[in-house]
């Protein structure tokens, strides 16, 4: 629970730009680990709560994906495992991932996407990732990618 309000905190400090709308499964826990992380980033974006990234938690969100309106650009979604974990590698281009930490953060981007519903598997890449310090290395090693670890994440 702590790791969501530094992951707040840090997304924060570091201006990452926060998302154009937020999606969060209505479960208590990934609700209150939306809250925690709103405390310090995306506090004034809209967040709606969808029953179907609690449904799907054992499938993946690639449908819910390729469904999205054209007008976000920038979308969070707060779920389960295993669904992100599936989704995050149906998205990449390359991964090695095996598992997804509990409030990590990912980034994947396309450079060539002009809707959501024209999402191809395989075709994203990741920009960033954010970890709890246990799942730093795990992240490092399967996306290459610099992770920012939580002994970075200082409380103001």
């Not at 499938?59 to 999205?68: H, I, P, Q, T, V």
């Not at 890449?125 to 610099?146: C, G, I, K, L, W």
Request: net charge negative; glycine share 6%.
């Amino acid at each position: 629970i702590r790791d969501a309000e530094e992951l707040g905190l840090y997304l924060k400090q570091n201006n990452i730009a926060p998302p154009d709308w937020i999606f969060s499964s209505p479960s208590v826990r990934t609700s209150y680990t939306l809250e925690l992380m709103r405390r310090h980033w995306a506090g004034d974006v809209p967040v709606a709560f969808e029953d179907i990234l609690y449904i799907l938690a054992f499938n993946d969100y690639f449908a819910f994906c390729a469904g999205l309106s054209f007008n976000f650009h920038r979308v969070l979604i707060v779920g389960h495992n295993p669904a992100i974990l599936n989704t995050a590698k149906k998205l990449m281009a390359a991964h090695g991932i095996e598992d997804f930490p509990e409030a990590g953060f990912m980034e994947i981007r396309w450079d060539h996407q002009a809707e959501w519903r024209t999402l191809t598997p395989g075709t994203g890449e990741t920009e960033m990732a954010v970890s709890p310090r246990a799942a730093d290395e795990y992240f490092h090693q399967y996306f290459n990618v610099t992770v920012i670890r939580r002994t970075k994440w200082t409380r103001q």
